[in-house]
C-alpha cells in the first residue's frame, strides 16, 4: 500500500534536522564487550560516549540470507565503531510532492520553505547493504559499577518505516537528551521489505524450524541478546530493558511481546502510533483478507523469472536485481505472519488470548495521524480498500458488512457523507493507530498488566499550519531533537521536558510519575495524558477521549480477529 510508504516518509521527513549541527566528538573509552575490544567516540561538551556501527549479528549474506540471523565471529584487535552501520535494503526512491506538503504544512514563511526544501533535497542516504545488522548506543555511564556507578536503565529504540524502510542512524534518534537523563540509549537496524520478511516454500524447506518469513523480529531478538550480553559494559542495566519506537517500530514492540522467542529479553515497552494488531497474515493461507507469506513470496519469485527456484538459487541472486521488482502491493505481504514457530499466533490473538510477554506498556498516538497520508490514499478504513464518497446510503451498504452495528453511527460521526476528505481523514488516524493502541493495551490490564497511555496534540506554532499532529511529529520531542528552524515555541520547550520525563521515568520504574511531573493515571479502560502545545490547551490527564469513535471502529478489528482466530481452530 501506498500508506505503508508514506508512513515511512513522514519519519525520514523529520530530517528538517538536516539543518542540526553535530556536535564535535573525540576517540573515546575502549570497551570490552563478550566478542572483542570496542573504541567508539566522546562529545566533547556533553560527554556522552557514543558507539556507533557495532555489528550484533553475522552479515546475512550467502547463505545467510533469509537465514535467521548468527552471533558474530569474536575479533582480537580493537574495532573502531566512530561511524553508522549500512541501511538495510530497501526501495530507494523518494515522493517530492509528499515532502513538499510536509514542509508546507507548518506554514512558514516562502523563504524558510524555500531552503527547507533545498536542504531536504541534498540529503545523501547512507549507504545501503545486505550487510545491515548494527546497532549504535549512547551512555555516560561506560565504567559501569567498576567505579562505584549504578547500572542505568537501557531504553532500544526500533525505527519506524513500514517494515519498509528505515535506518537506526537518522539524527533525530541520535541525540543525547535522554542519556542526560538518566539512561543507556540503543539504536538498532533490521532486515526490511523483501529481505526482511519474504516466507517462501523452498526457504522453509532449508530451514531446521521448517518456516520462513519473521527475519525483521528474528533480528530484532538477536540484537536485544546482544544487549542482554554486553549492554553491562556501557554501564546499562540488562534486567532494566525498555522496548520502545514509532509507527513500525511500535508494530515491532507488540510483535516482540508476541513471540515466546523474545521472553525475558526487556521489561517494559513504549509504543508510539502503532500497534500490530491489524495485521493477519498467515505463512501459508489467506488470513482474513491480508496475502500470506508464501502467495507474496511466489509473486517475487515469478517477477525474477523464477519457477521452482531452491533456497540455493534465490540466495544467488543480487540483491539490487530482487529489490528491483518489489512493487507497494508486494509490500502488503512483508509483514509478521503467524508461522507457529515465532509467531504461533498473529499479535492480536495473541494478547486476545493471553500469549504474549507481559511488560507494562506505555502507549499513545496523535491527533491528526492522516493528514498527510489522507491525500495520496484516500481510504478512511483499512478494510474497505475501494472505499469511495457517496451519500449517507450508499456509504451505509459498503460499510453495514464491516461495521454491522456501526456503520451509519460512524458516517455521522466523521460526517463522511458531508465531507469525505476531512472525516475520512480523521477516521484513517483513529482505526489504524487509536483502536489498534488502545486495544492491544486493554487487553494487557485485562490480563493482570499495567498500561498508561497518551494522546500527542501539539500542532506546529505557526498560525498557518495546516498538518496538525500529524503522525511522527512526537519523535523529535521524546528525543530532544527537534529542528528550531521549522518552529519551536516556549510551549514547546515545556512540553518536550515533560515527555522526557515521563519516559525515563517509565524505563526506570515501569511507571511515568514522579519528579513533581502532573499525575499520569492507570488507563484502566478511560484515562489518558493529553500532550499539547500551540493549542490554548494544557498537557494534563484526560478521561474518555475520542471513546464513541474508537468503540465503534473497534468493531471492524474485532469482527476479523473473531474470523481469524475461526480459521485456526477449523478441523481442530
Known amino acids: 500500500m501506498r500508506l505503508v510508504k508514506l508512513i515511512f516518509l513522514t519519519t525520514i521527513a523529520i530530517i528538517l534536522s538536516c539543518c542540526q549541527t553535530v556536535s564535535p566528538e573525540n576517540p573515546g573509552t575502549l570497551v570490552m564487550t563478550a566478542m572483542g575490544p570496542i573504541q567508539g567516540t566522546i562529545t566533547k561538551d556533553e560527554n556522552v560516549f557514543n558507539y556507533k556501527g557495532i555489528p550484533y549479528a553475522k552479515p546475512p549474506l550467502g547463505k545467510l540470507r533469509w537465514s535467521p540471523p548468527e552471533e558474530t565471529d569474536s575479533w582480537a584487535e580493537v574495532k573502531l565503531a566512530n561511524s553508522y552501520g549500512n541501511r538495510c535494503m530497501q526501495p530507494d526512491d523518494t515522493e517530492d510532492g509528499y515532502f513538499n506538503r510536509l514542509i508546507e504544512g507548518h506554514g512558514l514563511n516562502k523563504f524558510l520553505t524555500y531552503l527547507i526544501k533545498k536542504g531536504v533535497a541534498s540529503q545523501k542516504p547512507a549507504p545501503m547493504s545486505e550487510d545491515c545488522l548494527y546497532l549504535n548506543i549512547r551512555t555516560d555511564n561506560i565504567r559501569g559499577d567498576k567505579k562505584g556507578k549504578k547500572l542505568k536503565p537501557v531504553m532500544v529504540w526500533i525505527h519506524g518505516g513500514g517494515h519498509q524502510f528505515g535506518s537506526s542512524d537518522l539524527s533525530y534518534y541520535q541525540s543525547n537528551?535522554?542519556?542526560?537523563?538518566?539512561?543507556?540509549?540503543?539504536?538498532?537496524?533490521?532486515?526490511?521489505?523483501?529481505?526482511?520478511?519474504?516466507?517462501?516454500?523452498?526457504?522453509?524447506?532449508?530451514?531446521?524450524?521448517?518456516?520462513?518469513?519473521?527475519?525483521?523480529?528474528?533480528?530484532?531478538?538477536?540484537?536485544?541478546?546482544?544487549?542482554?550480553?554486553?549492554?553491562?559494559?556501557?554501564?546499562?542495566?540488562?534486567?532494566?530493558?525498555?522496548?520502545?519506537?514509532?509507527?513500525?517500530?511500535?508494530?515491532?514492540?507488540?510483535?516482540?511481546?508476541?513471540?515466546?522467542?523474545?521472553?525475558?529479553?526487556?521489561?517494559?515497552?513504549?509504543?508510539?502510533?502503532?500497534?500490530?494488531?491489524?495485521?493477519?497474515?498467515?505463512?501459508?493461507?489467506?488470513?482474513?483478507?491480508?496475502?500470506?507469506?508464501?502467495?507474496?513470496?511466489?509473486?517475487?519469485?515469478?517477477?525474477?523469472?523464477?519457477?521452482?527456484?531452491?533456497?540455493?538459487?534465490?540466495?544467488?541472486?543480487?540483491?539490487?536485481?530482487?529489490?528491483?521488482?518489489?512493487?507497494?502491493?508486494?509490500?502488503?505481504?512483508?509483514?509478521?505472519?503467524?508461522?507457529?514457530?515465532?509467531?504461533?499466533?498473529?499479535?492480536?490473538?495473541?494478547?486476545?488470548?493471553?500469549?504474549?510477554?507481559?511488560?507494562?506498556?506505555?502507549?499513545?498516538?496523535?491527533?491528526?495521524?492522516?493528514?498527510?497520508?489522507?491525500?495520496?490514499?484516500?481510504?478512511?478504513?483499512?478494510?474497505?480498500?475501494?472505499?469511495?464518497?457517496?451519500?449517507?446510503?450508499?456509504?451505509?451498504?459498503?460499510?453495514?458488512?464491516?461495521?454491522?452495528?456501526?456503520?451509519?453511527?460512524?458516517?455521522?460521526?466523521?460526517?463522511?457523507?458531508?465531507?469525505?476528505?476531512?472525516?475520512?481523514?480523521?477516521?484513517?488516524?483513529?482505526?489504524?493507530?487509536?483502536?489498534?493502541?488502545?486495544?492491544?493495551?486493554?487487553?494487557?490490564?485485562?490480563?493482570?498488566?499495567?498500561?498508561?497511555?497518551?494522546?500527542?496534540?501539539?500542532?506546529?506554532?505557526s498560525n498557518k499550519q495546516t498538518i496538525g499532529a500529524f503522525h511522527a511529529a512526537e519523535i523529535p520531542f521524546v528525543f530532544g531533537s527537534y529542528e528550531k528552524t521549522i518552529g519551536y515555541s516556549k510551549e514547546d520547550i515545556k512540553l518536550a521536558e515533560l515527555m522526557q520525563n515521563y519516559w525515563v521515568n517509565f524505563a526506570k520504574n515501569g511507571n511515568p510519575n514522579g519528579d513533581n511531573l502532573p499525575e499520569w493515571p492507570l488507563h484502566k479502560n478511560i484515562n489518558w495524558m493529553k500532550f499539547t502545545a500551540n493549542t490554548g490547551e494544557n498537557s494534563e490527564a484526560i478521561k474518555y477521549l475520542r471513546e464513541e469513535k474508537l468503540d465503534a471502529l473497534e468493531e471492524g478489528l474485532l469482527l476479523f480477529l473473531a474470523k481469524l482466530e475461526k480459521t485456526h481452530t477449523v478441523g481442530k
Open 177 to 461: 537528551t535522554l542519556v542526560n537523563k538518566g539512561v543507556v540509549l540503543v539504536t538498532i537496524n533490521y532486515r526490511l521489505g523483501v529481505m526482511g520478511y519474504m516466507a517462501h516454500p523452498s526457504l522453509s524447506k532449508s530451514d531446521p524450524n521448517g518456516v520462513s518469513g519473521n527475519y525483521g523480529t528474528l533480528d530484532q531478538i538477536a540484537a536485544l541478546e546482544w544487549v542482554q550480553k554486553n549492554i553491562n559494559s556501557f554501564g546499562g542495566d540488562p534486567n532494566n530493558v525498555t522496548i520502545f519506537g514509532e509507527s513500525a517500530g511500535a508494530w515491532s514492540v507488540t510483535e516482540l511481546m508476541a513471540t515466546p522467542l523474545a521472553g525475558g529479553l526487556f521489561h517494559k515497552a513504549i509504543g508510539q502510533s502503532g500497534a500490530s494488531s491489524y495485521h493477519m497474515g498467515q505463512m501459508d493461507g489467506e488470513g482474513v483478507g491480508w496475502p500470506s507469506g508464501y502467495q507474496t513470496g511466489l509473486v517475487v519469485t515469478e517477477a525474477l523469472g523464477l519457477k521452482n527456484p531452491t533456497a540455493k538459487d534465490l540466495r544467488a541472486i543480487p540483491a539490487e536485481k530482487i529489490q528491483s521488482v518489489v512493487t507497494e502491493k508486494m509490500s502488503e505481504g512483508f509483514h509478521h505472519v503467524r508461522d507457529g514457530y515465532v509467531f504461533p499466533e498473529n499479535v492480536g490473538l495473541s494478547f486476545s488470548k493471553n500469549k504474549y510477554n507481559k511488560v507494562p506498556m506505555l502507549f499513545g498516538y496523535n491527533s491528526d495521524e492522516g493528514t498527510l497520508f489522507f491525500p495520496d490514499d484516500e481510504q478512511p478504513t483499512i478494510w474497505i480498500p475501494d472505499l469511495t464518497p457517496g451519500s449517507k446510503k450508499e456509504l451505509s451498504t459498503k460499510l453495514k458488512e464491516f461495521f454491522p452495528a456501526n456503520h451509519e453511527k460512524l458516517i455521522d460521526l466523521y460526517n463522511l457523507d458531508e465531507d469525505f476528505t476531512a472525516g475520512g481523514t480523521q477516521w484513517m488516524g483513529d482505526e489504524i493507530f487509536g483502536v489498534n493502541i488502545r486495544y492491544v493495551t486493554r487487553q494487557n490490564e485485562i490480563h493482570g498488566g499495567e498500561s498508561y497511555l497518551y494522546h500527542f496534540s501539539r500542532v506546529p506554532p
